[in-house]
């Protein structure tokens, strides 16, 4: 087999949730077996000699590449949950969205102090939400080394927003706005 073109295995649905956004749909590349094998299998490679203590998924999609390179690294996992969803004590940081404003929590004993923390997504868009728990993380005393996404939406700047704060970041595959 040859060399998985990701990208190409990633939709486009315009005007969702409204117009004009283009959203990126990576459910179809879930839906790809190869496909989701190579990206998870770039993933692993990128990270496996990286010190990291914990990977932290994204509500919702982040949970996807999170789980499997929590499962292969052997690392525990860390949900970044939407508000609401977490039981017992959390602290929460607000942010806004491309379309609009939400709420990210994390348990307060989540990771130790001191703990380095990769974050998962399936997507950098703005980077309002990853930004957010990078926030939510060095509140409880973390570093945030690195954020791994499947597409960067470059136009929107995200990337840049997330190193301007020191974290490294890693995208499978970059679209712009004419893609």
Known sequence: MGTINIKSMIRTI??????????????????HPEGFAAAMDMFVDRYKDEPIDFIAGLDARGF?????LAYVLKKPMIMVRKKGKLPGETIHA??????????????????????NVLLMDDLIATGGTLCAAVQLFEKIGCHVRDVGAVVNLTELNGARRLEALGVRVFALCEFTESE
């Open 14 to 31: 315009a005007d969702w949730p409204h117009p004009p956004v283009r959203f990126r749909d990576v459910s179809s590349l879930l839906r």
């Open 64 to 68: 996807i590449p999170a789980g499997v």
């Open 94 to 115: 607000e942010y806004q969205l491309e379309y609009g404003q939400s709420i990210l929590e994390i348990h307060t004993d989540a990771a130790p102090r001191g703990a």
